[in-house]
């Protein structure tokens, strides 16, 4: 299976900050990567898909780039809503998988 | 929109079958796959499988010789089965909605349920 393994685990930051999320996989997947962003107690919500496609209905702060085995997740300017756990996704083999995730927590 | 809900038991004994049913809503069930996702508490998201309206399935590896999953299309709902369950398998179970392709690379999730808790426990 391919590892994906996200930097940092956690991440301490303020409203208005500009964050970066790292998520490397253990072999190239090309652009077939999917951010998502959990809430306590709620379900996932896809933020990006195709590394760098902004899901409708998601503020145009977030932003995907990368591609092969590195890629990042980044929101230009935190808002309150914004502090979650993120996970990325590989799609490209079989099975797919997550990463650990990291939790964006405010300062 | 469309929208999804799992419901089954929140508590199964060890070595018994796990059953959830998914119910989606707002929308047809026909022409996308649709999956089932687990997360234990705290932990990250695994994969466990999916199946397309015509009853086609791909399952992890991991899980494959232990899970079963149906579709009834006239009812729009979708079903997880588990069986020889463990204390390993107690976690949040989501169901969601994939893509319309065969080709897993399009499969990312989106909607999702709203995830039900399940416990193995005598």
């Known amino acids: 299976d391919i590892q994906l393994t996200q930097s940092p685990s956690f991440l301490s930051a303020s409203v208005g900050d500009r964050v970066t999320i790292t998520c490397r996989a253990s072999?190239?997947?090309?652009?077939?990567l999917a951010w998502y962003q959990q809430k306590p107690g709620k379900a996932p919500k896809l933020l990006i898909y195709?590394?760098?496609t902004l899901q409708s209905g998601v503020p145009s702060r977030f932003s995907g780039s990368g591609s092969g085995t590195e890629f990042t997740l980044t929101i230009s300017s935190l808002q309150p809503e914004d502090f979650a756990t993120y996970y990325c996704?590989?799609?490209?083999?079989?099975?797919?998988?997550f990463g650990q995730g990291t939790k964006l927590e405010i300062k | 929109q469309v929208q999804l809900q799992e419901s089954g038991p929140g508590l199964v004994k060890p070595s018994e079958t796990l059953s959830l049913t998914c119910t989606v809503s707002?929308?047809?069930?026909?022409?996308?796959?649709w999956s089932w996702i687990r997360q234990p508490a705290g932990k990250g998201l695994e994969w466990i499988g999916r199946?397309?309206?015509?009853?086609?399935?791909n399952y992890n590896p991991s899980l494959k010789s232990r899970v079963t999953m149906s579709v009834d299309t006239s009812k729009n709902q979708f079903s997880l089965k588990l069986s020889s369950v463990t204390a390993a398998d107690t976690a949040v179970y989501y169901c969601?909605?994939?893509?319309?392709?065969?080709?897993?690379?399009?499969?990312?999730?989106?909607?999702w349920g709203q995830g039900t808790l399940v416990t193995v426990s005598s």
């Open positions: 969601a909605r994939g893509g319309q392709d065969y080709d897993l690379r399009y499969n990312w999730f989106d909607p």
């Open positions: 707002g929308g047809s069930i026909s022409s996308y796959y």
């Open positions: 199946i397309y309206t015509s009853g086609s399935t």
């Open positions: 072999q190239g997947i090309s652009s077939y």
């Open positions: 195709a590394a760098s």
């Open positions: 996704q590989q799609l490209n083999s079989y099975p797919q998988t």
